[in-house]
């Protein structure tokens, strides 16, 4: 059974850091892409960062200089390093996996609260 179990979250002063973590566990085959989305309050669910087995990565506009996404492709861990954080950073941070086939499983979540 796939797991996705992110950490790493919490409350953080605006232009402050974090790390959050991924772990990938009972893996059905290879894993193609890796990325991070988040959800505001009262918002929609969006993407974040994207990683791909080969270290393509993209971002989205709003995080991109500040946020960094990396993987450990040999433990199947997926890293965001987030720096100079922002109140509108604070939301729910997903884990989500594509493996072959395209095959697609989400974690469960883990707060990230920015105090101004």
């Known amino acids: 059974q796939v797991q996705l179990v992110e950490s790493g979250g919490g409350l953080v002063q605006a232009g402050g850091s974090l790390r959050l973590s991924c772990v990938v566990s009972g893996s059905p085959g290879s894993i193609n892409r890796m990325g991070w989305y988040r959800q505001a309050p009262g918002k929609e669910r969006e993407l974040a960062a994207n990683?791909?087995?080969?270290?393509?990565?993209n971002y989205a506009d709003s995080v991109k200089g500040r946020f960094t996404i990396s993987r450990d492709n040999a433990r199947n861990i997926l890293y965001l390093q987030m720096n100079s954080v922002k109140s509108e950073d604070t939301g729910v941070y997903y884990c989500?996996?594509?493996?072959?086939?395209?095959?697609?499983?989400w974690g469960q979540g883990t707060q990230v609260t920015v105090s101004s």
């Open positions: 990683i791909w087995r080969d270290g393509t990565t």
């Open positions: 989500r996996v594509v493996f072959d086939l395209n095959r697609i499983y």
